[in-house]
């Protein structure tokens, strides 16, 4: 009894192993790796759910997608090519329409699995199962590369295929960027204005690189950001004039739009309203290119200078702030 379960086990092993090398299997398992770690943050409380709106939705439909591509590559193999393709692509824009892609691990599992399934090819049939009498091969021209056998086409193109979707998602969208101040046009205060806002979303892809701006104490470094409009709730702007008292202004909302560029020395905010981090000109964010439907809460910035073809302010209420307290009067003598 014991010989036969043993025996019905191994050929049940033998049997599974057979099957597994007839498909690209472990390109299947990745991918649905990566569906179940995409889609496994928003399924959270409803209240959870509800917070990350479309960004939670977006999360189930792409994780139910590479898993669903899982299981074509293990069961259809011969769609290896089109499902392959097209998990690479799910999984790239799984970073900009959901939480990050699974925060990277679900993305990274979903490229290699995809490149893995577009790549792989069926072995050569076993010698005993090929005819009695194979038909003769026709003539083989000669290969003027060496190297392109050990690398065909389709697999050199699942390989780069990848790379070239993220470069591809990094390169903001076409159009006229804003030029920087042309020293003596522009003149930003010593002291830049602070500027807070409960929510920061831009709209489109945003661009951070470094610029120098010209000040009353010579250039300065600036963050820049560039965007195509952005959107501030809450915001509150606090500066002081020539004279050393404080203005206030507020807005319940301002919109800024055609070709938005911030000028900034220092941001303080929660990505995602999650992860809360603070960039400055020697910090910038890694990538420098935030895909869209990225937001910040609780922001905190020191504004020098800012560049937009259209501002709409909902509630706007200027009014001035505290004034510095006098200097202490001398002893008297």
């Not at 899982?70 to 011969?78: M, V």
Request: charged share 15%.
């Amino acid at each position: 009894m014991f010989l036969t379960r043993r025996t019905r086990g191994t050929r049940r092993r033998a049997r599974f192993a057979a099957w597994r090398r007839t498909r690209p299997f472990w390109a299947g398992a990745l991918l649905v790796l990566a569906g179940a770690e995409i889609a496994a943050v928003p399924l959270a409380p409803v209240s959870v759910l509800v917070g990350l709106g479309l960004g939670g939705v977006a999360a189930l439909g792409i994780g139910a997608a590479l898993v669903a591509a899982g299981l074509f590559l293990w069961f259809l193999p011969h769609t290896r090519h089109y499902v392959g393709m097209h998990a690479v692509i799910l999984s790239v824009l799984s970073f900009a329409v959901t939480n990050l892609g699974g925060f990277l691990a679900g993305m990274l599992l979903g490229i290699a699995g995809g490149a893995m399934g577009f790549a792989w090819s069926p072995g050569q049939q076993p010698p005993a199962q090929a005819s009695e009498q194979p038909a003769p091969e026709p003539p083989r021209l000669p290969d003027p590369d060496p190297g392109a056998a050990a690398h065909p086409p389709h697999k050199t193109l699942a390989v780069a295929l990848p790379f070239v979707l993220l470069a591809a998602t990094a390169v903001p969208a076409p159009g006229p960027r804003p030029p920087a101040p042309v020293p003596g046009s522009v003149s930003v205060p010593r002291t830049p204005p602070t500027v807070t806002t409960t929510r920061f979303t831009p709209d489109g892809f945003t661009l951070a690189r470094v610029a120098e701006v010209p000040t009353a104490d010579g250039p300065r470094r600036a963050m820049v950001l560039s965007m195509r409009a952005a959107s501030l709730r809450d915001y509150r702007l606090r500066t002081r004039d020539g004279g050393g008292a404080e203005l206030a202004l507020d807005a319940d909302e301002l919109r800024l739009g055609g070709r938005v560029t911030l000028y900034l020395t220092r941001l303080t905010g929660c990505v995602q309203g999650i992860l809360c981090l603070t960039f400055t000109p020697d910090r910038l964010p890694v990538p420098p290119v935030a895909p869209p439907f990225v937001f910040m809460t609780d922001v905190t910035a020191e504004q020098a200078l800012v560049a937009s073809g259209t501002i709409g302010a909902a509630g706007l209420a200027l009014r001035p702030g505290r004034s510095p307290a006098p200097p202490p009067a001398p002893p008297p003598p």
